[in-house]
């Protein structure tokens, strides 16, 4: 095999080994984006979905349930229910990220986003502001409590 054809080699097996990589990571990105609640504004809120108030603010996340009770950095909700976050924010654009849920809304003042989700599993799981918002951003962290 001459130099030339060697090179040509090279690059065919590049070109083969980047096209699967790119067909493999395609099917991925395509099969977890669908799943992913997408936060939306001003739509209805879906039956059977309790609403729960997120105010975020420097630096903490509030909840409010509808029963008037309120939590700071700490979500409770309980597996196999449909909950619905209406989220805003007091000062500066703020971002709840609930990893575990895979659920990621923007907190902007004047502007109420919305998002719903439905815990599976029961446990104890982190969310925090994935935006920063501040000089104590990394204090806007918390625990979402998943009862059964
Ligand atoms: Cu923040």
Redesign the pocket.
Known sequence: MNKRQTEYLYAAVVLIVLTAAAIVNLGYVVGHTSNIPQPENNSAVPANSSVIQVL?Y??AWQFTYSNNTTTTDVLYVTAGHEYTLQVQ?RD????LLIPSLGVQVY?VPDHPNQVSFEPEKAGKYIFE?V????ED?YL?RGYMVVSP
């Open positions: 975020g420097q630096w924010s500066v654009i703020h971002d907190a502001c935006e920063y918002c501040g951003h806007m």
